[in-house]
């Protein structure tokens, strides 16, 4: 099978690549040891799922045709019982899903991924960063958070993975809740997240290595770990790089790298933590060009982004301010109540609508906006 070790990050990265606004919720705590611990603990996880992985299956035949046939068991029978929110017999996880999830909310609804109910949160001799958060995040949306520096939003994403878990209150993934351990490896391998700086997640020498770690963790077959590696690789278009050192990449090709390490686990949902903020336009193009295939592909999406041009094309926006939610709704009830930033194409809709154009101010992007002043001026010439 491939073997890792741990990529150390260049300093040079260091000096170019802008922190997350987690530090500015952090009132007490240098907001390096808060990041580094935290990156400690992402890398931990793969290791984790490992563990994870042997202890429920110790005893089994160690030959490769036994691991992948107990494993593809494992998996469509986890993916059912999840699929019919049943309490369904698994020989191979227990005779009870209850078993292994005792507390999982019954009457939550299916479609509900992420359920925040009276969340708060404080880091230890800090203040406190999120404040009673009630939200509820559906499966297949994609939603964005958006918010001024330091107002919780990069710390709330990290509690949708259960990297932090809340100080009081709950946070439910699929009806997991972040706060019983014995759901945390599961709610790690369901949930990718995908960091600002990339640098800090990659763990193996060559970005081939790097993509191939988690599922290697899973107990998964050569051949199918080569399969995820080379569609991953494909998907974000860094085949080309599949034996560079990731920490040798461009700021794109290392964030197309750590989305392709997400991809390869084949998680329900990925969030993305401030991810184009260091691109030029270029790449930025190149990362939503992914999130757009993702979404064509049923994966929830959570996005976290303080750029208002990124807005348009969500499902869902929560706005963020002061560690509580000021604003949880539509694109167009987000544009409607004028209380909020906005994209400049948006403003200019807005401003032609106002002087009396017949334009719709709802538009998705630049493209749509042409359209529709393009539309406006042909009726103009008809009179």
């Known amino acids: 099978m491939f073997s890792f070790q741990?990529?150390?990050?260049?300093?040079?990265?260091?000096?170019?690549?802008?922190?997350?606004?987690?530090?500015?919720?952090?009132?007490?705590?240098?907001?390096?040891?808060?990041?580094?611990?935290?990156?400690?603990?992402?890398?931990?996880?793969?290791?984790?799922?490992?563990?994870a992985f042997e202890s429920e299956n110790s005893g089994e035949d160690s030959a490769e045709s036994s691991a992948e046939s107990l494993v593809k068991s494992l998996a469509e029978s986890l993916a059912e019982s999840l699929a019919e929110s049943s309490a369904e017999s698994s020989d191979l996880i227990s005779n009870d899903i209850s078993d292994v999830v005792p507390n999982v909310i019954s009457d939550i609804t299916p479609d509900v991924i992420f359920e925040a109910?009276?969340?708060?949160?404080?880091?230890?001799?800090?203040?406190?960063?999120?404040?009673?958060?009630?939200?509820?995040?559906?499966?297949?949306?994609?939603?964005?958070?958006?918010?001024?520096n330091g107002s919780g939003k990069s710390t709330f994403a990290y509690h949708l993975n259960a990297l932090l878990r809340p100080t009081s209150g709950t946070m439910l993934v699929d009806g997991m809740d972040t706060k019983s351990n014995k759901y945390v490896p599961q709610i790690h391998r369901q949930v990718g997240i995908?960091?600002?700086?990339?640098?800090?997640q990659f763990v193996g020498n060559t970005v081939e290595e790097d993509i191939a770690f988690g599922p290697e963790n899973l107990?998964?077959?050569?051949?199918?770990?080569?399969?995820?590696?080379?569609?991953?690789?494909?998907?974000?278009?860094?085949?080309?790089?599949?034996?560079?050192d990731p920490s040798s990449l461009s700021g794109g090709e290392a964030q197309a790298a750590a989305i392709a390490g997400v991809l390869a686990m084949d998680s329900e949902c990925i969030v993305f933590d401030e991810v184009t903020s260091m691109l030029d336009h270029a790449a930025e193009e190149r990362v939503?060009?992914?999130?757009?295939?993702?979404?064509?592909?049923?994966?929830?999406?959570?996005?976290?982004?303080?750029d208002p041009k990124e807005l348009?094309?969500?499902d869902h926006i929560i706005v963020f301010e002061k560690g509580e939610v000021i604003f949880d709704g539509s694109v167009t009830a987000y544009i409607s109540s004028e209380k909020y930033r906005l994209p400049d194409i948006v403003k200019l809709m807005k401003r032609l609508h106002n002087e009396g154009c017949d334009?719709?101010?709802?538009?998705?992007?630049?493209?749509?906006?042409?359209?529709?002043?393009?539309a406006y001026l042909k009726t103009i010439r008809q009179f």
């Open 288 to 306: 939503f060009k992914i999130v757009d295939e993702l979404r064509e592909r049923g994966k929830t999406i959570v996005c976290i982004t303080h």
């Open 194 to 200: 995908v960091f600002q700086n990339p640098y800090t």
């Open 117 to 148: 109910a009276d969340l708060s949160f404080k880091y230890p001799g800090g203040d406190e960063v999120l404040k009673k958060i009630n939200l509820k995040i559906y499966k297949g949306e994609y939603t964005i958070i958006t918010g001024l």
């Open 219 to 244: 107990g998964l077959s050569r051949k199918e770990i080569r399969e995820r590696v080379d569609a991953a690789m494909d998907a974000v278009h860094i085949r080309d790089r599949a034996y560079q």
């Open 359 to 374: 334009v719709s101010e709802f538009v998705s992007g630049p493209e749509q906006a042409a359209e529709e002043i393009i």
């Open 312 to 314: 348009l094309k969500a």
């Open 6 to 51: 741990k990529s150390k990050k260049p300093t040079e990265n260091e000096s170019v690549l802008a922190e997350s606004d987690i530090d500015s919720d952090s009132r007490n705590i240098p907001k390096e040891d808060v990041l580094a611990e935290l990156m400690t603990e992402n890398k931990a996880v793969r290791q984790e799922t490992a563990e």
